[in-house]
């Protein structure tokens, strides 16, 4: 193992609490498939539906279409709805992780809220900039038929 200078080490630290924070992620989730006979059956046989998004991405997906109202479950109690969108996605979709593994969700709570905040303006923007880019391509293809 290399020996760091003082200089290098608040990198290296840097680093190792990344690696670190996969292989939790890691051994959490293979922990819970083995805990949750129904989970990982489910998620085995491939009833959830994947993602390509990380869970940022898919909570901001799924926070526009609802805000929009194009998907709801309750469109006269909003705070009922995000409630159920929230169970919905996370019961029925995984997403990619830091190692390009799908990822069953726990709770997305924490995504949908910085979905909703403005201090996240800045990611917004370029996931929105990212999806309309996506559509734009479809829409070329469609059109050129």
Known sequence: MKKFTIEELPDAVETLYGKMECIELLLKEKNRVYQNNNWSKNYLLGEKCSSNFNKSDLAQFFYILMDETILFFDHKNEKRNRSKMQQFVEGNFTYTGNLGFQVGIDTISKQFSESKGF???????????????????????????
Do not use: G, P
């Not at 996240?120 to 734009?136: C, M």
């Open 119 to 145: 201090t996240y303006r800045e990611k917004q923007l370029n996931f929105l900039d990212k999806i309309i880019e996506i559509l734009q391509k479809r829409k070329e293809i469609v059109a050129a038929r």
